[in-house]
């Protein structure tokens, strides 16, 4: 079983910044994917961003360029820098993650709220 805890939501101006955090519950050497996906009520869960255990990233078109997905090894965590945010931005943001183990099985999050408003 895999837990995974984020944290730093909140609400923040457009044009803004913010940092999501998510701490797994074993190394995130185990992970072959760990990514940040989100959902804005009354949508469906979206990619936003993920980085295999090298260093490929891949980014949801609407966040190119203003957000970026990072990990930290020995603090074991991985971070979504958030920039130049949006009020379409706003959503819940989940972690998700998937072991080398079990490459087609999903962990998710309890999930963060992000909301963006002046």
């Known amino acids: 079983q895999v837990q995974l805890v984020e944290s730093g939501g909140g609400l923040v101006q457009p044009g803004g910044s913010l940092r999501l955090s998510c701490t797994p519950s074993r190394s995130i050497l185990n992970f072959r994917v760990m990514g940040w996906y989100r959902q804005a009520p009354g949508k469906e869960r979206e990619l936003v961003a993920t980085r295999t255990s090298g260093t490929t990233t891949n980014y949801g078109d609407s966040v190119k360029g203003r957000f970026t997905i990072s990990r930290h090894v020995a603090k074991n965590m991985v971070y979504l820098e958030m920039n130049s945010l949006k009020p379409e931005d706003t959503a819940i943001y989940y972690c998700?993650?998937?072991?080398?183990?079990?490459?087609?099985?999903?962990?998710w999050g309890q999930g963060t709220q992000v909301t963006i408003s002046s």
């Open positions: 998700n993650a998937r072991l080398y183990l079990t490459p087609d099985l999903d962990y």
